[in-house]
C-alpha cells in the first residue's frame, strides 16, 4: 500500500514537472486512518498544442448517503475547500498552471467518515482559433478507509519471488563456487602430476647417461 502511494505520487510529482507527456493513473482505493491520501484524478489533454484553461471540482458521497457533497474547487491559482468536513484537510497536488491535467488533492488526517465515492470533473475550455470548445471530463472511485493498511496479493507473491530468488542465486553461487574449486585443484594436481613425471623421466635419463660412461 505505502509502495503502491509513493509510486503514485512520483507518477503525479514527474507528470506535473513534464509538459510534454502525460500519463493517466487511476487513484488508490484504500486510505489508512490517521494517514494522509492522495485522491488521484489525471486527465490528458488530447492535443497538446492547442492552449486551453481548465477548473477542477471534487465531489464527496459518504457511505450510504444518496447525494454527493461539493468538496473543493480549484480555478488556478486559487483553491477552496467547500465542505467544512475537510477544512484545513485539503490540499491541492496538481498541475501548478491554468492548464489543468493533474487534479489531485492531498487528504491530511483521514477518518472513518471519509468512506466513500469521490468525484473529480475537470471542466477544460480549449482555445481553438476560429471558437472555444468545453470538454468535461468525469473520474469517480470507491475510497474504502481501514484501521491497517492491508498488503495486496501482488506486492505478497513479489515479496516471495524475490526471496526465492536470492535464495537460488546463493545457491546458484556457491555450485559455482565449488565446481571452480574442484577445477582448479585437478588442474593444479595435474600439473604436480606433470611436474613429477618429467623430473622423473629426467632422472632415468640421467641414469642411463652415467651407466654408459661407467661402461667405457
Known sequence: MIFHLSLFIGVNLFVSQCHGGCAEVDSLTEAV????F???C???KRREEVPARATVDWHFKPLGEEEFRHIFHYDHP????????????????GSNNSDIQIGAVYIHNVTFNDTGTYR????RTLHLPKYDEHVTVEKEFELNVVAIANRELTAVISEIVMYVLIVVLQLWLI???????HKISEEHEGREAR???K???QLLESKDDCDGVQLE
Not at 486512518?33 to 494522509?36: D, L, R, Y
Not at 473529480?120 to 471542466?123: Q, R, S
Open 33 to 36: 486512518a490517521g494517514e494522509g
Open 78 to 93: 486559487s483553491a477552496n475547500i467547500i465542505n467544512e468536513d475537510f477544512s484545513e484537510r485539503l490540499v491541492w497536488h
Open 38 to 40: 492522495l485522491l488521484g
Open 195 to 197: 611436474k613429477a613425471l
Open 199 to 201: 623430473a622423473q623421466a
Open 120 to 123: 473529480c470533473t475537470i471542466l
Open 175 to 181: 555450485v559455482v563456487l565449488v565446481y571452480c574449486y
Open 42 to 44: 489525471i486527465s490528458c
